[in-house]
């Protein structure tokens, strides 16, 4: 009986350094922009194919990209 107090003890208070980590983190805004991350890193894989092909049309879609960018962050 004595071990499910010990075992009820350290879940307790790993669950309370749990939730004082996130309320932490969550003041420094850490969960506040969870959206734009996961699209930033398809913007980054447009604009390396733009600067190694070189050609015309390279102007054109990093203007397309700047207008997705805008419409996201808004």
Do not use: H, W
């Not at 309370?16 to 930033?40: M, T, W």
């Amino acid at each position: 009986m004595d071990i499910l107090y010990l075992m009820i003890l350290c879940s307790v208070s790993l669950a309370a350094v749990f939730l004082v980590v996130f309320i932490v983190n969550a003041r420094k805004g850490q969960f506040e922009d969870d959206e734009s991350p996961a699209v930033r890193i398809l913007f980054d894989d447009e604009i390396k194919e733009d600067q190694n092909s070189g050609n015309k049309n390279a102007t054109e879609k990093k203007e397309k990209i700047l207008k997705l960018k805008k419409k996201v962050n808004s």
